[in-house]
């Protein structure tokens, strides 16, 4: 796919779709989920097929999103490790959310929010995945005790709850930072927006002459 002249390759077309598989194994698993944890969101397994067909395939999915989100660490860790900056960037967090970014710490590929929801997810994903092993009855039951499905129920459900909310802020400031979700969708951004917002990995891109993480035609490096 070809870009504007001057884009900068955001995120190559396979991390593209390993991350949108991740999406959508996420709200999938999210709906069929809430599905079956309280009778007032039942209806939601209309969209399965029933309650049955909720119950078989919610586990099915959760297998698809562990090993998608596996392929997102593989290409993303290394951009989301923490160092010193970022600490500076999280004291200046109040002009981050009112817009005026002048001033605040420059990030490079991502910024301490974005690492926050990474590593979170590392976190939450295989959580969710253990305990929903135990708790997954057709194959699991005769190696787990009741005791045990009990508390892993109420960790899955938990560690459910606090997924939501992370992938809410995620969505949000993909939305709210404009340009993003266009890096997600076709795979670049402008320079502007990298100079607004990630103005250490544009220094970065044009000390190194490349125009994203692994060029794949299109736009050529800015000159900063
Ligand atoms: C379904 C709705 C979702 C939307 C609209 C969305 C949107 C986006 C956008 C626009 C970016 C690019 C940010 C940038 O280039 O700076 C991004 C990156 C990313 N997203 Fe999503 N996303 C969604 C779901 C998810 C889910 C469910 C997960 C994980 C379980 C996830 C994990 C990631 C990761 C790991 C990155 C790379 C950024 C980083 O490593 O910090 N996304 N997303």
Redesign the pocket.
């Known amino acids: 796919m070809t870009h504007p002249r001057g884009a900068l390759i955001?995120?190559t077309a396979p991390a593209r779709i390993n991350?949108?598989i991740?999406?959508?194994?996420?709200?999938l698993l999210m709906l069929s989920g809430l599905s079956m944890f309280h009778p007032m969101l039942f209806f939601l397994s209309g969209l399965f097929g029933g309650g049955e067909w909720t119950r078989a395939v919610h586990p099915w999915i959760g297998v698809v999103?562990l090993v998608s989100?596996a392929g997102?660490i593989v290409q993303?860790w290394r951009?989301?490790l923490w160092n010193r900056d970022d600490f500076a960037w999280l004291r200046a967090i109040d002009r981050v959310l009112v817009n005026e970014e002048e001033g605040v710490p420059e990030v490079a590929?991502?910024n301490p929010g974005?690492?926050f929801?990474?590593w979170a997810?590392a976190l939450l994903?295989p959580i969710l995945f253990l305990t929903g092993i135990v708790i997954w009855d057709v194959y699991f039951s005769p190696y787990t005790t009741i005791e045990q499905q009990r508390i892993a129920v109420l960790v899955h459900c938990m560690a459910a709850a606090a997924?939501i909310i992370v992938?809410i802020i995620?969505?949000y400031a993909?939305?709210w930072?404009k340009g993003?979700?266009r890096?997600?969708t076709q795979g670049y951004?402008t320079p502007g927006w990298a100079w607004r917002?990630?103005r250490k990995w544009l220094r970065q891109l044009a000390a190194s002459g490349s125009s994203g993480p692994r060029p794949s035609g299109g736009g050529k490096a800015p000159h900063a």
């Open positions: 955001r995120n991350h949108w991740t999406g959508g194994c996420f709200v999103l989100y997102l993303f951009d989301n590929r991502f974005q690492k929801v990474f997810m994903v997924a992938w995620h969505v993909a939305i930072v993003s979700v890096g997600m951004v917002h990630h």
